[in-house]
């Protein structure tokens, strides 16, 4: 009996502690809520009370929810996740954040939302990792940790002038590849590609190579894979300027037209030289001449395609050009 007594005390004692533990659940209902509403922009989804008023029921335009989607499961989880984080017992700039895939659910709406939200509430985590599968949400980590890389090199230099201690880089970047090893598929973290790390996208990495083959002595070799590169950088910037149905050459003479229409006196681009730059972009990486397969391409012809098709860019639209150039790594 006597055993009784005390596991019976024992177990109230617990009883008392964890109601204890949830007296303010009212207050995170409504940072969850408050979350919620910013990410869908409206107030469908709430989180209530249930009937002991002590844990939560989730609804609908007031109604219990039924058949949630992947995103707004998703949604309600990562709020939940980010109040809780928050609340006393858990000390954010001594702790441990891992967010795996927080938005492999959502579509592009939340995304910005919801990598603001982790900027946020754990920029001053103790150590923060991050892990996604989606590339919009990658280059936008990856910027915030390369500024943070940068503001720290920064201040190393002021720091090493004047004799204080150095500051540690904060921010590293990996990655997960996969390899098979006796048969049997592995995976392991290695040190992101330079590629990804460089380039925000296909299109920047394309233009980026596009530059340099303009300006360096390249091998032959380059040559062969160019008219491939120039005709998937022309047609992604196309189909930007003319989103219609129109075939290569066609959005290449309108593009070409457009940017002869500038002011007086400017250079124009000729139709000769326009057609170089077709070539490049279509019978360069197509190989419809029999007799290219066993012919080498001219350097020298190749070289001004390029340059040419630069210069229909550059034309065509002077500071999204402008802002190319300007990111491509290690430019001036």
């Known amino acids: 009996e006597k055993e009784a007594l005390e596991a019976i005390n024992k177990n109230n004692s617990e009883i008392s502690e964890l109601e204890k533990q949830t007296s303010n659940i009212g207050q995170a209902i409504k940072e969850i809520n408050k979350h919620l509403k910013e990410f869908f922009g409206r107030e469908e989804i709430k989180l209530e009370l249930d009937g002991d008023k002590k844990g939560y029921a989730i609804k609908r335009d007031g109604q219990p929810a039924k058949n949630l989607s992947e995103g707004e499961k998703t949604a309600i989880a990562f709020s939940y996740f980010i109040v809780k984080v928050e609340e006393k017992e858990f000390k954010i700039k001594e702790g441990i954040i891992f967010i795996d895939d927080p938005i492999s659910s959502f579509d592009s709406n939340y995304i910005y939302h919801c990598f603001s939200l982790i900027s946020t509430h754990f920029k001053e985590a103790g150590q923060l990792f991050i892990s996604t599968h989606n590339f919009q949400l990658f280059n936008l980590v990856k910027e915030w940790f390369?500024?943070?890389?940068?503001?720290?090199?920064?201040?190393?230099?002021?720091?090493?002038?004047?004799?204080?201690?150095?500051?540690?880089?904060?921010?590293?970047?990996?990655?997960?590849?996969?390899?098979?090893?006796?048969?049997?598929?592995k995976a392991k973290l290695v040190e992101l590609d330079k590629t990804l790390r460089n380039y925000k996208s296909e299109y920047h990495f394309l233009f980026s190579l596009l530059n340099k083959f303009k300006d360096v002595n390249l091998d032959y070799a380059d040559f062969y894979t160019i008219g491939n590169v120039a005709r998937r950088f022309f047609d992604i910037f196309a189909d930007f300027k003319i989103p219609d149905s129109r075939d290569q050459k066609q959005k290449m003479e309108a593009i070409v037209k457009e940017a002869n229409e500038g002011e007086e006196g400017d250079e124009k681009i000729s139709d000769s030289d326009w057609n170089k730059a077709y070539k490049l972009v279509n019978e360069f990486s197509h190989n419809s001449d029999?007799?290219?397969?066993?012919?080498?391409?001219?350097?020298?012809?190749?070289?001004?395609?390029?340059?040419?098709?630069?210069?229909?860019?550059?034309?065509?639209?002077?500071?999204?050009?402008?802002?190319?150039?300007?990111?491509?790594?290690?430019?001036?």
Do not use: Q
């Open 290 to 332: 029999p007799t290219s397969t066993i012919e080498h391409k001219d350097k020298s012809e190749s070289k001004d395609a390029i340059k040419i098709l630069m210069d229909i860019v550059k034309k065509s639209d002077p500071k999204h050009y402008e802002i190319l150039v300007k990111n491509v790594p290690n430019s001036t």
């Open 146 to 185: 390369i500024n943070k890389n940068n503001h720290v090199r920064k201040d190393n230099v002021k720091a090493k002038s004047e004799g204080e201690v150095e500051k540690p880089i904060p921010c590293e970047f990996f990655m997960v590849e996969n390899f098979t090893e006796a048969d049997i598929r």
